[in-house]
């Protein structure tokens, strides 16, 4: 699973093996979100799984995604060979 991403304790991870819909896999220690990436100026990120993660974490991975969601869709696609837009 490639690291694409890290921030302030937050290792943000891409999938192969997972098709779309886009997202992100976020961990730090136990902590796990799942965030969808959206589709830029169509679609905002959405959180569609976290366990373990304190909000202020949470906060941190959603917004991040959101400030680079084309970046992020960018490598997302680059992963999977598969342009979504």
Do not use: C
Request: hydrophobic share 40%; charged share 25%.
């Amino acid at each position: 699973m490639p690291l694409i991403h890290q921030q302030d304790g937050l290792d943000f991870f891409i999938e192969p093996e997972f098709p779309a819909p886009p997202h992100v896999r976020i961990t730090k220690g136990d902590g796990l979100a799942i965030i969808r990436i959206g589709i830029p100026e169509q679609e905002l990120p959405y959180i569609e799984k976290y366990e373990n993660i304190s909000r202020e974490d949470l906060d941190l991975a959603y917004n991040t995604i959101w400030d680079a969601q084309e970046k992020f869709l960018n490598v997302w696609n680059k992963i999977h060979s598969n342009p979504v837009s």
